[in-house]
């Protein structure tokens, strides 16, 4: 029997908090003496659980067949504690669902309805896409490094060696500080419209207040409080949504202009990132593939249906915003204007998906500076979070309107970097560049080079056009 550890749930793919749980490995996961000096033995034995099916495919063309990795253990009772499918299908649709939603209409407003929600549809198929190519990469990387709790760093080391690590940094720290900036900025807006207080007051008071949350509590009292944020969210948009579908303009909805598509696909694709979590996933899911899957592809419908119905309820509600649309830069301005009833609730709406999705991303970079910085686990050092929530605060002070400037950063140059061409160049490289002979999953995604060859070159027809477009209006 083997015993290797992992990691209880995290936002950050990088590294992972103190308290483990150690896993044992699947009794049925091919062993050779050349590979087993990787494993320690414990020193007390610990009986295997009956395990069922799950067809492992190596080089060699041997197949054996298991349910899972390994089995994820109560360190106190040394019970097993397999992760569910639902609570995966929360974790994805929690993190999926945040402050990217409140910039959807503005950027698909000229677009309209119907071609917004075609290309919705579209950056849904392509997220889970490359969602399942991190899992595959994550579960492979698992089998051969012994190990669960395999960060996104440890799969690009594998894969694509230290230039993909370093891209893969840049990245997470580059999404990390420019989505801190956008939600300082619109949460300071909020503020300061519902109580009159200074710009910068309600900037350092939104950071100080989530800042200290993340800082002081612990994991079940951060665990409550963005629990009860997300209730908040549920309850604001059903009310949003109810209040305001009454006056919902269906002629509006079939307007459909494609000519003004790719200006919203970056911010699209930032609202439906959820890939950060996919590391945690599998290791909570025992690497069991299958479960993974309908995690992930159901964890982000709901997600997509929620974006639909959000951008059909401010796009049908506004007449003529299409050609009025150059005087008009954010939809939901104009909606809380005209409509008394609906702006306080728009206001609570939107203030309760920046606090969630400001307290997963403190604890993500935050705790990526600490494994950085090389600090003891398990201890909150005030340095890590000064660096996390010092240069957003100051950012968004120096410029009040960065909020959808930082946002299309964000999914432009952070989002389709490390979700879109790292994704398949991983996959790319392990499925066809590898020549070890260590066992191999299926693929979960079909298609073969084909498949990797459009979502990398998608991802990069995007970014480069980006470019040309920020070269060209300079």
């Known amino acids: 029997m083997v015993l290797i550890s992992a990691s209880s749930p995290l936002i950050s793919p990088f590294s992972f908090p103190s308290r483990k749980k ?72 929690g993190t999926t669902v945040g402050a990217g939603i409140l910039a959807i209409p503005a950027v698909t407003q000229e677009a309209g309805f119907l071609a917004s929600a075609i290309t919705c549809i579209l950056c849904w198929i392509y997220m889970v896409v490359t969602g399942l190519l991190i899992a595959e990469v994550n579960v492979n990387t698992m089998c051969e490094l012994g190990s669960g709790g395999v960060s996104l760093v440890s799969m690009a080391t ?68 963005n629990g009860c ?42 609202a439906f990132v959820y890939q950060n979590v996919v590391p945690v996933l599998c290791t909570n899911l025992e690497g069991n593939l299958s479960k993974v899957r309908t995690a992930i592809v159901f964890g982000t419908a709901v997600p997509l ?3 639909l119905i959000w951008d059909a309820v401010i796009l049908g509600t506004i007449p003529n915003l299409s050609t009025s649309s150059s005087d008009v830069s954010d939809p939901l301005e104009l909606l809380r204007s005209n409509n008394g009833i609906v702006g306080p609730i728009v206001e609570a709406f939107s203030f309760l998906a920046i606090a969630t999705s400001y307290i997963g991303f403190v604890l993500g970079l935050s705790d990526f500076v600490s494994d950085l910085l090389k600090l003891p686990s398990g201890q909150s050092k005030p340095f890590p979070y000064l660096l996390t929530l010092l240069p957003p605060l100051v950012l968004s002070l120096l410029d009040p309107e960065i909020f959808f400037k930082a946002l299309d950063f964000a999914g432009t140059y952070g989002v389709l970097v490390l979700f879109g061409v790292l994704p398949a160049a991983m996959a790319w490289s392990e499925r066809y560049l590898d020549a070890s ?9 079909p298609g073969g080079k084909l498949t990797l060859s459009i979502v990398l070159g998608g991802a990069l027809v995007v970014i480069f056009s980006e470019i040309y477009k920020d070269v060209i209006n300079q």
């Open 22 to 93: 150690p896993l044992v490995a699947s009794p049925t996961v091919p062993r050779t003496r050349e590979s087993s000096p990787r494993f320690q033995f414990p020193s007390r034995t610990l009986r295997p659980t009956p395990l069922r099916t799950l067809k492992c495919l190596s080089r060699r063309q041997s197949t054996e067949e298991f349910e899972r990795l390994f089995s994820n253990l109560n360190q106190a009772t040394m019970k097993r504690e397999p992760g569910s499918v639902t609570s995966g299908i929360f974790l994805v649709t």
């Open 158 to 225: 594998r894969t694509l060696g230290k230039l993909g690590v370093q891209t893969a940094c840049l990245s997470y720290i580059f999404i990390h500080y420019a989505l801190l900036v956008a939600y300082v900025a619109r949460s300071s807006e909020i503020l300061t419209n519902s109580f009159g207080i200074p710009l910068w007051e309600s900037a350092t008071l939104f950071s100080l207040v989530f800042g200290g949350i993340c800082y002081f509590g612990s994991q079940r009292v951060i665990g409550a409080i």
């Open 229 to 270: 944020l997300v209730f908040g969210i549920i309850v604001s948009f059903t009310f949003l949504v109810g209040v305001a579908s009454g006056e919902l303009q269906w002629n509006s909805l079939l307007q459909a202009h494609f000519e003004a598509i790719p200006q919203s696909i970056p911010i699209i694709a930032l």
């Open 305 to 307: 249906v929620l974006f």
């Open 437 to 445: 002979q260590s066992p191999r999953l299926p693929p979960l995604v």
